[in-house]
């Protein structure tokens, strides 16, 4: 008796933690792993491109990147392509493969009121891009080097108008700018940068060469630059009208470089300035790191600013750059001084405010010779509530994300991503409704 009693309390105490178990998880957005370090349910608005060591991508969710541990076996979403860069705009992202002389990649999410993400669609990219940024409510995406349809001309640059507005991404229109007569140098221009101006007008960079593949009809990288000590920006309206030229001899073209893709060193100010970046990285160029300004509405570059960055970094150049707040720009820097390598890594990281001229290191990050992530393409940072979130993958550690007071540059490890070997790009969603 005393064994059939002990029985049946045995069975109701199972089927008790049966049936609360799953109210249990239920009630808990958040778990504790055996560790006792906080694992984070897979949803919420912000948006995490990763990249698993066997090289495979996907998208993950988190409510927070503040501290705990994401496993990319929660609630992911496998892609079919590797090496997306992604942008982001309120409630949607594109994620963007450059296959170099063969179609692009679109990829297409929209974050819902629930938090899920809604797939808007892949698409083909036939015309190619080097380059690509948001425009009024399309993504812009552009190629130079494109040869007419008689054979006589290889300066065209391909502009592809996408539109946003529907359930799909869908091509608009596309337009051919030729580009040798431009600036009257007789040179092809490869175009870096969408910077929208909000008053129907776009700025882009222009970055001047020789033909690199002339009368390929496969498209045109960077080739030989003749002007290495100069910079100019076109402004366009969505027809394509080029309304003026912005040019200058204090800084060198205002793109970066790896491979054949070109890097955007343009961005925009929240009070509409726009900031113009150089990191002198033509061999021939002289002229030190810097950067100018084109203030709102004007027509010219501003001719009483000037920033040498190269002297606040000690003879260290810059990768990439992206605007955080205000005019706080987030540098990616070379982890050698002198004339960067195409594929030389970037490991270094400096925060400066563009409007007082301050510049501040970055610091709390792992050292720049134990960094992995970043090397091509991927390790994009955003920022997002007085935060500046910046993906580090450690050698031979899982990613995490440290996160970065853009004031001081001290940054302090926030989520680790368990599984993943590089966080492509970071962002911010905010649903529709």
Known sequence: MRNLKFRIQKSRLLWLLVITLPFLGACSSEDTGSSGEEVQTATGEYF????????????????????????????????????????????????????????????????????????????SISTRFSNYGFFEDYLVT????????????????????????????????????????????????????????????FLTSMVQSDFKQT?????????????????????????????RVYRDDRISYSAGQYRSQVFPQMGKADDGTVYVFSSSFDENATLPCGALRILKGAEEFDPDYYYNIDDETGGYTFRRVWHMTGDKFLLEIYNS??????????????????????FVWVT???????????????????????????????????????????????????VTLTGVSEIRSLGHLTPAN
């Open 48 to 123: 995490i491109a990763v990249k698993a060591s066997s090289g495979t991508e996907y998208v993950m969710q988190a409510e927070s990147l503040e501290s705990g541990t994401l496993n990319i076996n929660q609630n992911i979403m496998e892609l079919p392509q590797q090496e997306y860069t992604w942008i982001f705009r309120d409630d949607l992202a594109i994620g963007m493969v450059y296959q170099q002389q063969f179609a692009g990649i679109g990829y297409a999410l929209r974050i819902q009121s629930d938090l899920s993400l809604e797939k808007m669609g892949e698409f």
């Open 142 to 201: 552009s190629v130079a080097g494109q040869v007419s349809s008689d054979g006589s001309r290889n300066d065209g640059a391909v502009f592809a108008f996408w539109d946003l507005t529907g359930s799909q991404v869908s091509l608009d229109y596309t337009k051919t700018v030729w580009t040798e007569d431009i600036t009257g140098n007789g040179q092809q221009i490869t175009f870096s940068s969408i910077i929208d101006m909000d008053n129907g007008e």
């Open 215 to 243: 009368g390929t009809g496969t498209g045109s990288s960077v080739g030989t630059v003749h002007y290495p000590d100069s910079v100019w920006v076109a402004a366009f309206d969505a027809d394509l009208n080029l309304l």
């Open 337 to 358: 001084t002198g004339k960067p390598g195409m594929t030389d890594p970037g490991h270094q990281f400096a925060v400066v405010d563009m409007g007082d001229k301050s």
């Open 364 to 414: 709390g990050i792992p050292a720049k010779n134990l960094i992995t992530s970043g090397t091509e393409t991927g390790g994009v940072p955003m920022y997002y509530g007085g935060t500046i979130y910046l993906p580090i993958t450690e050698f031979g550690q899982d990613a995490a994300v440290y996160l970065v007071n853009p004031t001081t540059g001290v940054a302090t490890k926030g």
